[in-house]
């Protein structure tokens, strides 16, 4: 209705020339497709005319003094030219203008609609991986449209959009009816916030302009001489001791910063959370506090305190000591709320200078308006599966409704319940696991998975196109299939240019799962995109367009272990101008004191010259000296464990090699297979079982028949050697006196080292240079 009403109020507005040009041929004067030529060279070098021609011709479109522009307010404009405008930086007159401006006969808007489909569909393969913006108008305008709302609703339901699954990148997150909701172009303070005027005295307070922690940080404006600074010379470090997070070091590259402390007890008020999160926080928080928490500390655990008072400050973290089965979910609360809370500040900046930009008078643009990055998303989570990420939006859901008269309206919510959730009837039955086996393993572990969540205060969208997302929950491998790798058509990483948050949770699991994944990742975020992407350059932040992201994204590093590949991740990815910190606690008892069986260990040395040279190293050690013992035949039942993938290739090939009755059982062996080793192995027909750490990851399988067990490397997972060596208990018949276990190390598994017998016994093991007997009676 609106369509024809305005088009009958357009022809009245036509002079006679005009009308009657128009019943003679049927369509404008040429004299208009001066338009369509300028509106398509537009859509075709948006990113070089954008402040060169289109804010000229938008102050000349909504100037209705102007008879030209009056002239210029034709039929033809409905399908291609305001969908350009819409799609660019447009005054509240000019919106307003758009609704009551289209007209057409059905004839020509069946043309039109045509054309339209055609322009949108090439946009939107032009565009790669983000969404059409051309949609946005469309939704604007035909609001009243049945078909389109019926198709929203669809896909606000639950319906899945993507059909095609060549063209995944494209069309994986499609959600036409919320895109201009979401869009924090078309928002402003006081339609998201119930109390615009609380929040603009928060805003113009110089005290809590100062104070305020994401000012602080974001605001900061680093000088070329820092970033050279911080790029060339080492960091220095500093030592403290925290009550609960124990031995913690401070780095900086640049003037030595004050050494945090840690606060006995939280004022909420000086953690300067979002609004709703002050409310929201405690309730949810609620069931890991005890009833031991003092009146004036009832917001967080004594951990979700130290860590929340780290990450408050921006600075880079690495906590090596997440359990699953602990204090697993605690701390993904704690990340959770300051995710959030630092989305809802940014959020809340652009909306508020929305309303002031909007409120303004027509003039040069001011500097003072730079709150945006190159690209919408702020906060990349990076977790390893989908029931992770399921744990995560229902935090988020439930940090954002306030009461339950005030639900947030989440929109896709039952397409992802879907998609994340898990059926307990698929869960094999008599399935015994250990403890922190179930609950690593719990619900979804499908581990390739990407999802944007575009959030405003009242609402949150689900499965929204990366460039109008807040924050990308994904696991390492749904980011490279989107990344893609070099000489690909298909790839996209420029909605990872302005990551300020990177949340990279339970990274020991990454190690079983392929950590050059991560390292891919790291070597793509932070860069220049190589796209506009409909950027508003007036609005940017100048650290981004200084190409200094890097050195303002804050890093939380989450992880059950030490280890030198997850080290490498926090001291050469991370560049933090505020500091790292890392806890840094030695184990004073290792695992070893959990084997339960009697049992001699014998702990060899291998001596390498460098690193890099461990691997050849360890290889010819293992074959000249260790396996000569083992060949024969009163050595059988013989478990070989090694943990790399690549070793375990390397000695198949020479135990086939050499003709050695062995068999041998990895991630990648079927379940037939693995039946058929395990009874040989058991019934001696088989002397030797290679058996590779990823299998006894992921299927924790108790391996019945060992007699005599050899470490070719340390487990990554320290209790994966006490749940080993205690295996050789099922065993029913043969002497406990012939049981072996043999560890192969060198200095450069430290680490390692102490994780499985303790930091003193480490220190006396690699200062004697020699081989070391234990004896575990099961009592240590």
């Known amino acids: 209705m609106g369509k024809r009403r305005g088009g009958r109020e357009l022809l009245r507005s036509l002079s006679k020339r005009q009308k009657k040009h128009l019943r003679e041929f049927g369509e404008e004067h040429p004299f208009y497709d001066k338009l369509r030529v300028f509106a398509c060279c537009l859509l075709g070098c948006y990113c070089c005319c954008y402040y060169t021609c289109v804010f000229p011709f938008q102050s000349e479109n909504s100037d209705k003094s102007s008879a030209e522009s009056d002239s210029e307010t034709e039929v033809e404009q409905v399908s291609v030219y305001h969908k350009l405008l819409a799609t660019l930086k447009t005054s509240p007159e000019s919106e307003s203008e758009e609704e009551d401006d289209e007209s057409e006969s059905e004839e020509a808007g069946e043309s039109e609609a045509e054309m339209d489909s055609e322009g949108s569909q090439d946009t939107r393969e032009a565009d790669g991986g983000e969404e059409d913006k051309n949609d946005v108008p469309e939704q604007e305008e035909g609001t009243t449209d049945t078909a389109e709302q019926t198709l929203g609703q669809e ?11 060549s063209h995944e990148v494209i069309e994986e997150f499609t959600d036409v009816k919320h895109e201009s909701e979401f869009s924090l172009e078309n928002n402003f303070m006081e339609e998201e916030s119930g109390d615009c005027n609380a929040d603009k005295r928060d805003s113009n307070s110089s005290q809590a302009f100062s104070e305020d922690p994401f000012k602080q940080h974001m605001d900061k404006e680093l000088e070329e001489k820092e970033v050279e600074k911080m790029s060339t010379l080492p960091k220095t470090s500093s030592q403290s001791k925290w009550p609960r997070l124990g031995q913690l070091t401070f780095s900086s590259t640049l003037e030595k910063h004050k050494t945090l402390k840690a606060d006995k007890e939280v004022d909420v008020k000086q953690l300067y959370l979002h609004k709703p999160l002050e409310y929201t926080w405690p309730k949810v928080n609620k069931q890991y506090l005890s009833s031991m928490n003092k009146p004036s500390d009832a917001f967080f655990t004594p951990l979700q305190r130290e860590l929340f008072c780290i990450m408050n400050t921006y600075r880079d973290l690495f906590y090596p000591e997440r359990n699953a089965l602990t204090n697993g979910e605690e701390i993904q609360h704690a990340y959770c709320l300051h995710a959030l809370n630092h989305v809802l500040k940014a959020n809340a900046q652009v909306l508020s200078n929305n309303a002031k930009r909007r409120d303004q008078k027509p003039g040069p643009d001011n500097d003072d308006y730079r709150d945006q990055g190159l690209t919408r998303p702020k906060v990349l989570m990076i977790v390893p599966f989908r029931e992770c990420a399921l744990r995560i939006v229902h935090i988020f859901i439930s940090l954002l409704e306030v009461n339950e008269k005030r639900k947030i309206d989440v929109s896709n919510k039952k397409r992802f319940k879907g998609e994340f959730g898990f059926d307990p009837e698929e869960k094999p039955p008599n399935l015994k696991r250990p403890e922190d086996y179930e609950a690593v393993f719990a619900g979804n572990i499908d581990d390739h998975f990407r999802i944007g969540v575009a959030i405003l205060q009242k609402s949150m969208r689900l499965y929204a196109p990366f460039y109008s997302s807040d924050i990308i929950i994904a696991s390492p491998l749904g980011m490279r299939t989107i990344i893609g790798a070099e000489g690909e058509k298909k790839r996209d990483f420029d909605f990872l240019s302005s990551i300020e948050i990177l949340i990279i949770d339970q990274a020991d699991i990454y190690l079983m799962q392929n950590w050059e994944h991560v390292l891919h990742l790291m070597k793509h975020i932070n860069l220049l995109p190589l796209e506009p992407h409909g950027v508003d350059f007036s609005r940017v932040r100048m650290l981004n367009l200084n190409n200094w992201s890097k050195y303002y994204r804050q890093t939380l590093l989450f992880s059950a272990l030490q280890d030198p590949q997850i080290n490498s991740i926090f001291n050469k990815h991370c560049f933090n101008y505020m500091g790292q910190v890392a806890v840094r606690n030695v184990p004073l008892s290792g695992s070893i004191s959990h084997v339960v069986v009697q049992l001699p260990h014998v702990f060899r040395r291998l001596e390498a010259e460098n690193i890099t040279s461990v691997i050849e190293t360890r290889f010819q050690f293992f074959i000249n000296k260790v396996l000569p ?109 012939t049981w072996t276990c043999t560890v192969l190390y060198s200095k450069y598994d430290a680490q390692k080292l102490a994780a499985v017998v303790g930091i003193d016994r480490t220190a006396q093991m690699l200062q004697s240079k020699k081989d070391v007997h234990l004896f575990v009676t099961g009592e240590n």
């Open 155 to 165: 896909q606000a339901d639950g319906a899945d959009t993507s059909c095609d699954p």
């Open 629 to 737: 013992e083992y060949r024969d035949a009163i050595m059988s039942h013989t478990l070989i464990y090694v943990p790399s993938y690549f070793d375990y290739v390397r000695l198949r090939n020479y135990f086939k090699k050499e003709d050695l009755n062995f068999t041998h059982i990895c991630e990648y062996t079927k379940k037939g297979g693995v039946c058929r080793a395990r009874r040989f192995f058991l019934k001696g027909e088989k002397q030797f079982l290679l058996l590779t750490e990823r299998f006894h990851f992921y299927k924790r399988y108790v391996i019945k028949g060992i007699r005599n067990l050899i470490f070719y490397e340390l487990p990554t997972y320290s209790h994966f050697y006490s749940e080993i060596c205690n295996m050789m208990k099922a065993t029913d018949n043969g002497a406990d006196a």
